[in-house]
């Protein structure tokens, strides 16, 4: 089974500032699907980032970017120029294709999450 | 908007009530994903349909719980006899059958008295 950790409950950072959140995961599959996702209170989840694990370079997504270790099984979210919009949960989340693996589903396995606050 | 939407929002029930609840997907996505929130944790997930075939369920979708998705359109959630234990958010998501980019709802927030 699949486990993703996101070691950091709570962090803060300044507008305007950069701030990375950690994920790590654990895993025996060499094919899979990284996110990162966003929860701002009270609101619905929306995808931030995706990660092809077959991929070497690093997805980025206007000011979002991830620093994925395969081999450390690392998967980091950098926020640049943080804005009041970004306070939000954050979920690190891992998918097996099933296509690539014969078994299972395409379901998500999401870490405990990750509060960021963004402060004026 | 033709995002996910999801109903009721919010549902107060008292145990031992059955409730029942609604996802409609995006219109041309064939997978559609049931997911569990509690307070401080992480979505996790519950039963998985392709269409009207339920592909997947979880350890933790005990016997009250039963989804359907009938004509691989939208899709119920139905628990029975419910506990406090069952109170969470209730998220659904939609997505196409590939690349695995799963859109989500706004969930449905159920408290049990």
């Known amino acids: 089974a699949q486990t993703v950790t996101q070691s950091q409950p709570e962090m803060s950072v300044q507008e305007a500032e950069t701030v990375t959140l950690s994920c790590t995961y654990d895993?025996?599959?060499?094919?899979?699907?990284l996110f990162w996702y966003k929860q701002p209170p009270s609101r619905q989840m929306i995808l931030v980032i995706r990660q092809e694990a077959y991929k070497q370079q690093n997805a980025t997504e206007n000011r979002f970017s991830v620093n994925f270790q395969k081999a450390a099984k690392s998967f980091s979210l950098k926020i640049s120029d943080s804005q009041l919009g970004d306070t939000a949960m954050y979920f690190c989340a891992f998918m097996k294709p099933s296509a690539y693996s014969g078994a299972g589903s395409y379901q998500l396995t999401f870490g405990k999450g990750t509060k960021l606050s963004v402060i004026p | 908007d033709t995002g996910v939407s999801q109903d009721p929002r919010h549902k107060i029930t008292k145990r031992g009530q059955n409730v029942t609840f609604r996802c409609d997907p995006i219109s041309e996505h064939n997978r559609l994903y049931w997911y569990r929130q509690t307070l401080g944790q992480g979505p996790e997930f519950l039963t998985y349909?392709?269409?009207?075939?339920?592909?997947?369920k979880s350890r933790l979708l005990s016997d009250r719980f039963s989804a359907e998705r009938p004509k691989g359109s939208f899709s119920t959630l139905e628990i029975q006899r419910t506990e406090q234990g069952d109170s969470a958010m209730y998220l659904c998501?939609?997505?196409?059958?590939?690349?695995?980019?799963?859109?989500f709802g706004p969930g449905t927030r159920l408290t049990v008295l």
């Open positions: 895993t025996s599959e060499s094919n899979y699907y």
């Open positions: 998501a939609s997505s196409l059958a590939d690349r695995g980019r799963q859109f």
């Open positions: 349909f392709q269409n009207e075939a339920q592909l997947e």
